[in-house]
C-alpha cells in the first residue's frame, strides 16, 4: 500500500486525472460490452423462442381444422412434428424426421404445459443447440402436441461476432480518446501551470511580480485572483518592514557618528574616557547599522547584473587586505579561477566575498585562502582559514541573523551576528547558495553560483 501511494505521489495532476479517465473508461466499455451481448442473447433468443411459438400456433390451428398438409409447410430452418400421446409422429415437416419424435415424453408433457426447451441438435443432424416449443392440439379423445424446433446457434455466432467486435473496436476508441483527453487535460491545465511559472519567478526574486490571472471565472481564475491579494498584502507588510528597519538604521547612523567623532576626540585630546570599551562599541554600532542598511536594501532594490570576472574580484577584495592581521592569498593567474565567470551585481559579490574575508581573518591563525573552479553549470568560490572551525552541528545555523556561536567573542571582535546572513542572502539573491565545511583545521566558506557567459 505504501509503495501504491509513492507511486501515485510521484504523478502529476495530468497523469493522475488521465488515469482515474481512461479507467473509468475501460472499466465503463468493458461493462457496457458485456451488458450489450448480454441483452443481445437473451433478445435473440427471445425472438426465436418466438417465432417457434407463432408456428407452433398456427400448426395447431391446421391439425385442429383438420386442414394439416403432409409434409408439414413450414417457411425457414424451423422443424416440425406433430406426436401423438403414444409418441407416435403423425405429421412433420420436411427437415424433422417422420418416424421418430424429437421429444422423449417428459419432454413433450413439459412443451406442452408452455416451457421452452433447450436440446442438442444431434437429435435432429443439426449442428449446435435448438430451441423447443411446444402446443397442443388435437381433441380430447385423441391428444396431439405439436412440436416446434429452432436452431439458435446463427444467433449465437451473431453474439459472439459482436462481443469480438467490440473488443476490437473499444481499445482503438479508448486510445483515439486517451489522447483527445491528454489535449483537452493540458489545456484546461495550462493556466495552473501558468501560476506555477509566475510562482517560481516571483520566488526566485521578483517581488513585484503577480501571478497570471487567466480568463473567465471559474476556480483557477478565482485562486489566481485570492492569491495575488495574498502577494499584495505580504509584500505591503515586507515594505513597511524593510522601511523600518532601513529608517531606524538610517536614524542610528548620526548620532553614532557623532558619538564616535566625540570620543575620538577625547581620546586624542588625553580625556579621559568612561570606558576602554566604548568605542569598540560605538564601532560595533556602526557596523550594525551599515549591515541592517544592506539587508534592506538588498531585499528592495533589483540586482544590477553584468559578467563578473571571478579571478579579478578575488585578487580585488585580497588586495584590500595587505595590512590584516594575516595574509590573505589570493589565487594565481594561471589557477582555476581564471575560466570562472559569473553573471551577477559586483557590488553585491564583492560584499559577499568581503564579509567571509572579514570572518575568516578574524579566528584565522596564520593565513586565508581564496581559490576557485569552474563545476559543471556553476563556480564554486572557497574562503578557507586556519582557525578553530566551526562545529559541525552549528554549521547551518550561523547562517541566520543575529546568531553567535560566542557572543562574548564576537561582541569583543566586533561581530555584528548578521555578516553571514548577508552572504547568504547575497548568494540566494544570485540562484546560488552557501555553505560551510570542514577545512583540518579552520572552516572553508563555499559559495556556489550558476556559471555565467560573457557578454557581447
Partial sequence: MRRLGTWWGRLTLRGRLMIIGVGGLTVGFTLGTVALTAILAVTLGHSVDDQARTTARDVADLVDAGSLAQPVPVAGPSIVQVVDDRQRVRASSPAADGLVS???????????????LTID?????????????????????????????????????SVSLLRSILFVVYPVLVGGLSLLAWRVVGI?????????????????????????????????????VTLNHMLDRQEAARQRQREFVADAAHELRSPI???????????HAGVPVPAPELLADVERLTRLTDDLLLLARNESAPARLSVVEVHGLLAEVAGRYSAARVPVVAPAAGSAAAAAVVRGDPVALDRLLANLVD??????????????????????????????????????????????????????????????????????????????????????????????????
Avoid: C, M, W
Fill in 188 to 224: 484546461a491545465l495550462r493556466p495552473v501551470e501558468d501560476l506555477r511559472a509566475g510562482a517560481e519567478r516571483i520566488a526566485e526574486g521578483g517581488h513585484a511580480e503577480r501571478l497570471p490571472v487567466p480568463d473567465g471565472a471559474d476556480e483557477v481564475h478565482r485562486l489566481a
Fill in 359 to 456: 570572518n575568516a581573518v578574524r579566528y584565522a591563525a596564520t593565513a586565508v585562502t581564496l581559490s576557485a573552479r569552474v563545476l559543471p553549470g556553476a563556480v564554486e568560490i572557497v574562503v578557507a582559514d586556519d582557525g578553530p572551525g566551526v562545529p559541525a552541528a552549528d554549521r547551518e545555523r550561523v547562517f541566520e541573523r543575529f546568531t553567535r556561536l560566542d557572543d562574548a567573542r564576537s561582541r569583543d571582535e566586533g561581530g555584528t551576528g548578521l555578516g553571514l546572513a548577508i552572504v547568504r542572502e547575497i548568494a540566494r539573491r544570485h540562484h546560488g547558495d552557501v555553505t560551510l565545511a570542514a577545512n583540518d583545521p579552520g572552516v572553508r566558506a563555499i559559495v556556489t553560483l550558476p556559471l555565467g557567459g560573457r557578454s557581447a
Fill in 121 to 157: 441438435g444431434d437429435r435432429a443432424t443439426v449442428h449446435g443447440l435448438l430451441h423447443v416449443i411446444g402446443a397442443p392440439a388435437g381433441t380430447s379423445d385423441d391428444p396431439l402436441t405439436v412440436v416446434v424446433a429452432l436452431p439458435v446457434d446463427q444467433a449465437l455466432k
Fill in 257 to 267: 557618528a557623532n558619538l564616535r567623532v566625540q570620543l575620538e576626540v577625547a581620546e
Fill in 102 to 116: 424429437l421429444l422423449r415424453p417428459q419432454e413433450i408433457a413439459a412443451v406442452r404445459a408452455g416451457q421452452t
